[in-house]
């Protein structure tokens, strides 16, 4: 089983539109989530933690449930420029041993 | 935010060559350095952790006599893939973190390395 598993996507939307990516790890001893975006022959930028109460940014929310070990992403609003790889992380002590998903693939479209 | 930057960008060499690739915090001091490869489609896997002055750590799977890593000062890793086959072509990616052993440890990506082995 891998450590952290993504929705294979892709996931084509058009402008506008709600998506949301579901993640889970399989390591009961993660302390830290994070979701990257990855464009194309890019490197991962961080696009947001992940707290157990849940966090928003802007149209971008976070979810986290420790006990099901389950980690979503909900993007509202979408738009042209989030076209990108999505990446579920999670890390254990100090995030010196991030794990990461394959990603997701999202294309929004006029 | 932090920059770290890689070197190369991009490399072509041919088999049995070594490739050397350079990763630098250019505003910060990096304690521990880490180096990635992501092949296409596929997620970032962890190589090696690297700290300053001291022996990379490598994960399972991946041999130190081939990927050599040297993190002789707090703002420079260097990966080196000695006798590179096709196999090894892959985009290389670096991160770097500015704590030290405790507490939320950010780490910041360099753009990568894309080596391709002919």
């Known amino acids: 089983r891998k450590e952290v598993e993504q929705d294979p996507g892709p996931f084509n939307v058009p402008e506008g539109a709600t998506v949301a990516f579901n993640c889970t790890y399989s390591n009961s001893a993660s302390q830290s989530f994070f979701w990257y975006r990855q464009d194309c022959r890019k490197e991962p930028k961080l696009l947001m933690s992940?707290?157990?109460s849940g966090n928003e940014d802007g149209r971008f929310t976070a979810q986290l449930n420790r006990a099901s070990q389950y980690i979503s992403l909900l993007i509202r609003d979408s738009k042209l420029s989030d076209s990108a790889t999505y990446l579920c992380?999670?890390?254990?002590?100090?995030?010196?041993?991030?794990?990461f998903g394959a990603g997701t693939r999202l294309t929004v479209k006029p | 935010g932090a920059v770290v930057s890689q070197h190369p960008s991009r490399v072509i060499c041919k088999s049995g060559t070594s490739v050397k690739i350079e990763c630098r915090s250019l505003d910060f001091q990096a304690t521990t350095m880490f180096w990635y490869r992501q092949f296409p489609k596929k997620s970032l896997m962890l190589m090696a952790t690297?700290?300053?002055?001291?022996?990379?750590?490598?994960e399972q799977g991946v041999e130190k006599d081939k990927f050599l890593i040297n993190h002789a000062s707090l703002t420079l890793s260097t990966l080196t893939v000695t006798s590179a086959h096709p196999e090894d072509s892959s985009f290389y990616i670096c991160?770097?973190?500015?704590?030290?052993?405790?507490?939320?440890?950010?780490?910041?990506f360099g753009p990568g390395t894309r080596l391709t082995v002919l």
């Open positions: 992940v707290y157990s």
């Open positions: 690297s700290n300053e002055g001291s022996k990379a750590t490598y």
């Open positions: 991160s770097a973190t500015t704590a030290g052993t405790s507490g939320y440890n950010e780490q910041f």
């Open positions: 992380v999670v890390a254990t002590y100090n995030n010196n041993d991030m794990r």
